[in-house]
């Protein structure tokens, strides 16, 4: 399929390979993709991934083959302008956005991404995570200005989904140059504990336990909650803490954990999580 090209082995580093492909514009053959499983082949939240990136770019061309463990990807230019995307419910909205973050400042013209699915869950980053950490990271690259932003229009927790986020971000030629070396000391941390279809007081009870960790080392500590309800609130019940510290030079660590999915292994109280969620943040800071 392609004459020239770069010809990679397995599922691994799936987006990676998918994006800088797009980036750099040469085309890429990825084969084996779980040929020895018992259910070989692209999954359906990656089919999901090439189609978003098929929204955002113009004139790309991607052949699968009949049992999906051969992908050929040949990158058209990215367009951008107003899309909107369905995400595949196995992963969250983080695992399409991480991608897109990539991708944004170099479009034609800027991105509107409208995506909907899952927002919050316990295996990848959360919205919140990347909006309080990855956008503040682009903005030291110089990509800012009024049309960037990413919004939670509506939450949605594993596995039902339902969640609706918007990312806009302006069309960047150049970007700066950067030195990130020295982390700094950490001044203040901030956070939100957010709850869906369950009682509001959850997030308060996380909040109260995050806060008895944290409030031993440092006393500039805001999390605030956030308790959507009606048809902003998704179809899964659940709840979750993210938190960032903040430090000096304007670096941003955070960590952050969400209540097992409905119906997937034991439940876990909000005392535990806020406990737990303040821990792995000081392991951050502590690495």
Do not use: W
């Amino acid at each position: 399929m392609a004459s020239h090209g770069l010809t990679y082995d397995g599922c691994n580093f799936f987006r990676q390979r998918l994006v800088l492909s797009t980036l750099s514009g040469k085309r890429v053959k990825i084969k084996n993709i779980r040929s020895k499983d018992d259910d070989p082949g692209l999954r359906d939240f990656e089919a999901s991934f090439i189609r978003l990136l098929d929204k955002v770019t113009n004139g790309s061309r991607i052949e699968i083959n009949q049992t999906g463990t051969v992908l050929f990807y040949q990158p058209g230019l990215l367009h951008g302008g107003p899309i909107e995307h369905d995400c595949n419910t196995q992963r969250s909205i983080g695992y399409y956005l991480e991608a897109l973050l990539m991708l944004a400042p170099f479009m034609k013209t800027s991105l509107k991404a409208t995506l909907r699915g899952v927002t919050n869950d316990p295996s990848d980053p959360t919205v919140d995570l990347l909006k309080s950490t990855a956008l503040p990271v682009m903005k030291k690259f110089g990509i800012d200005g009024d049309g960037f932003e990413l919004k939670v229009l509506k939450r949605g927790m594993a596995p039902g989904g339902g969640g609706e986020v918007v990312f806009t971000c302006p069309v960047r030629r150049t970007i700066r140059p950067v030195q990130l070396t020295d982390p700094g000391k950490i001044k203040r941390i901030r956070g939100v504990a957010y709850s869906v279809r369950v009682s509001p007081q959850m997030a308060n009870r996380i909040v109260e336990s995050a806060r008895g960790v944290l409030n031993q080392f440092i006393p500039d500590i805001y999390i605030h909650t956030d308790h959507m309800k009606g048809p902003n609130s998704g179809k899964s019940p659940g709840f979750g803490l993210t938190l960032v510290a903040e430090t000096l030079n304007g670096s941003f660590l955070s960590a952050e954990m969400a209540s097992t999915p409905q119906g997937q292994g034991d439940p876990i109280l909000p005392e535990d999580l806020g406990r737990n969620c303040a821990k792995l943040l000081l392991e951050e800071v502590y690495r």
